[in-house]
């Protein structure tokens, strides 16, 4: 089975450019969320989605950063303009949601490391 | 605000023995927590859960502990293998609170096996 697919698996990029990370979650999964791994603050929900709806996004940093979901097979993280500390690797997860199942983990992708430059 | 932490940033453990991985939360609205390992550059993998009803879950080589009036979790690997070198993340979340899916990550311990 194919697992949650993100894209690209790299980023370079210069500052005050657009990103625009890609993530496809595992087929029947009806909730999706954006994690941001750094260092110091280990793995971060920034915003997640319950049957394409944003549910929570109290963890978006600011308005530089958006999410959205058109479809059940596809979201997009969207930085713009980037800025250095946004540096960080990006993760995307999706499980059946709890309405579906109770106690389901959640599935990650193998992230995208980002690097403004 | 840390709500989950992971004191300790790393661990070696000798290969046959006992690893033991610590995790302490804040938040006593928490009742479901899981243990997530993660090698590098690959996304994390869930390991293990255990729902504040109970004090102990057991798969194989690894089990979880539970102390909720002392709010701290421990994950057990025995006997630790050199596969198990990776970086484990413990998390919780409010499984009671049904709409919130919501889970809070600590900042990982990274484990190495020596062979």
């Known amino acids: 089975d194919a697992g949650v697919i993100q894209s690209p698996r790299h980023e370079v990029t210069e500052m005050g450019q657009e990103v625009t990370l890609r993530c496809k979650p595992i087929s029947g999964h009806n909730s999706l969320f954006w994690y941001r791994q750094t260092m110091m603050r280990g793995l971060e929900l920034l915003i997640y989605f319950n049957n394409n709806v944003p549910i929570d996004d109290s963890g978006m940093p600011e308005d530089r950063f958006s999410a959205k979901m058109p479809n059940a097979s596809f979201s997009t993280l969207k930085i713009q303009p980037s800025e250095p500390r946004d540096s960080a690797v990006y993760f995307c997860?999706?499980?059946?949601?709890?309405?579906?199942?109770?106690?389901?983990?959640?599935?990650f992708g193998d992230g995208t490391r980002l690097s403004i430059l | 605000d840390q709500q989950v932490k992971q004191n300790s940033p790393s661990l070696s453990v000798q290969e046959g023995r006992i690893s033991i991985l610590n995790c302490d939360y804040t938040n006593s609205m928490f009742d479901y927590f899981l243990w997530y390992k993660k090698y590098p550059a690959e996304g994390p993998t869930f390991l293990i859960s255990?729902?504040?009803?109970?004090d102990k879950n057991e798969d194989g080589r690894f089990t979880v502990f539970l102390n909720k009036s002392a709010k701290h979790l421990s994950l057990h690997i025995v006997p630790s293998q050199p596969g198990d070198s990776a970086v484990y993340f413990c998390a919780a979340s409010e499984e009671a609170n049904f709409g919130n899916e919501k889970l809070t990550f600590g900042t990982g311990t990274r484990l190495t096996i020596i062979p």
């Open positions: 997860a999706s499980s059946l949601g709890r309405a579906t199942v109770s106690n389901q983990p959640q599935h």
């Open positions: 255990i729902s504040s009803i109970k």
